[in-house]
Antibody
Framework: QEQLVESGGGLVKPGGSLRLSCAAS????????MGWIRQAPGKGLEWVSY????????YYADSVKGRFTISRDNAKNSLYLQMNSLRAEDTAVYYC?????????WGQGTLVTVSS | EIVLTQSPGTLSLSPGERATLSCRAS???????LAWYQQKPGQAPRLLIY???SRATGIPDRFSASGSGTDFTLTISRLEPEDFAVYYC?????FGGGTKMEIK
């Protein structure tokens, strides 16, 4: 079945960087848009970024624009999120998800904690 | 930018009761783009409904949804213990703030 597995989360100091990965299986990865959505502790869902199937179209939420970079490697069935200049408010569980107009499925999430 | 407002924020009901959750958009949107998700503690969100009224694969028929324009509704006909969770609506890249369904 369709599965997404995120990795790369952890504890990082403010101003630091982290790269998240999302490994996809069970579907033709290169046919689909993919997205990142985050959830701060005890809060709701916030879309972060998405990328078209070929990687030619990319969109970011204003809150991360200029700091985060989404990319994909269709040969490796993998999605990435490079996060730079991290702030305390970036602390969240980060989910990757396959996109149609909706998000399905979602990975299990990876926790990013930004703290000194 | 469309804002999605969910109400109530918290819904306290008993198993077997009917639940009605609301999602109101700040401007009219296409029903094709409205989805609902369920999230249980410690788990990722799960797609319940897409295209405003179509159940995702494996979703029980006690879940139904409707709506158009700016007003959308998710209904759970008879609550099961596993239905107590947080529910989110979504349109494109915008999520509602969620409705927490708790056991009364």
């Amino acid at each position: 079945q369709e599965q997404l597995v995120e990795s790369g989360g952890g504890l990082v100091k403010p101003g630091g960087s982290l790269r998240l990965s999302c490994a996809a299986s069970g579907f033709t990865f290169g046919d689909y848009y993919m997205g990142w959505i985050r959830q701060a502790p005890g809060k709701g869902l916030e879309w972060v970024s998405y990328i078209s199937s070929s990687g030619s179209s990319i969109y970011y939420a204003d809150s991360v624009k200029g700091r985060f970079t989404i990319s994909r490697d269709n040969a490796k069935n993998s999605l990435y999120l490079q996060m730079n200049s991290l702030r305390a408010e970036d602390t969240a569980v980060y989910y990757c998800a396959k996109m149609a107009i909706w998000f399905d499925p979602w990975g299990q999430g990876t926790l990013v904690t930004v703290s000194s | 930018e469309i804002v999605l407002t969910q109400s109530p924020g918290t819904l306290s009901l008993s198993p077997g009761e009917r639940a009605t959750l609301s999602c109101r958009a700040s401007q009219s949107l296409s029903s094709d783009y409205l989805a609902w998700y369920q999230q249980k503690p410690g788990q990722a969100p799960r797609l319940l409904i897409y295209g405003a009224s179509s159940r995702a694969t494996g979703i029980p028929d006690r879940f139904s949804a409707s709506g158009s324009g700016t007003d959308f509704t998710l209904t759970i006909s008879r609550l099961e213990p596993e239905d107590f969770a947080v529910y989110y609506c979504q349109q494109r890249v915008t999520f509602g703030g969620g409705t927490k369904m708790e056991i009364k």
